[in-house]
């Protein structure tokens, strides 16, 4: 079964930057949305930013103009700058993979890394 693994979380200054990127474990195919999420201590996961097989992103609006969703279709890779961070953007960063068939839908989590922002 192919797997999600993130990477690139630690821990950063205010103000300052990283990137972020997810990728497949092996070859997969029919991938329809790309996206990351977030989850800080005490509060439900929220949606940060996605991006469809056509190109379309979606953003929150805590980190607009902020945050840079991409995605490397031929590595299945999907990547989040993240620039100008703040306190309030720490949290458990997942990626999620949408997978559609003809037959069915296919729901991917990667493990989570940490992004941790000091004041």
Same mark, same amino acid.
């Given at each position: 079964?192919? =797997? @999600?693994?993130? #990477?690139?979380?630690?821990?950063? =200054?205010?103000?300052?930057?990283?990137?972020?990127?997810?990728? !497949?474990?092996?070859s997969? +195919?029919?991938?329809?949305?790309m996206? @990351?999420? &977030?989850?800080?201590?005490?509060?439900?996961?929220?949606?940060?930013? *996605?991006?469809?097989?056509?190109?379309?992103?979606?953003? !929150?609006d805590?980190?607009?103009?902020? +945050?840079?969703? #991409? &995605?490397? $279709?031929?590595?299945?890779?999907? %990547?989040?700058?993240?620039?100008?961070?703040?306190?309030? *953007? /720490?949290?458990? %960063?997942?990626?999620?993979?949408? &997978?559609l068939? $003809?037959? !069915? &839908? %296919? *729901? %991917?989590w990667?493990?989570? /890394?940490?992004?941790?922002?000091?004041?």
């Amino acid at each position: 079964q192919v =797997q @999600w693994m993130e #990477s690139g979380g630690g821990l950063v =200054q205010a103000g300052g930057s990283l990137r972020l990127s997810c990728a !497949a474990s092996g070859s997969i +195919f029919s991938i329809n949305v790309m996206g @990351w999420y &977030r989850q800080a201590p005490g509060k439900q996961r929220e949606l940060v930013a *996605d991006i469809t097989s056509g190109g379309s992103t979606t953003y !929150a609006d805590s980190v607009k103009g902020r +945050f840079t969703i #991409s &995605r490397d $279709i031929a590595k299945n890779t999907v %990547y989040l700058q993240m620039n100008s961070l703040k306190p309030e *953007d /720490t949290a458990v %960063y997942y990626c999620k993979v949408v &997978r559609l068939t $003809i037959a !069915a &839908r %296919y *729901d %991917y989590w990667g493990q989570g /890394t940490q992004v941790t922002v000091s004041s």
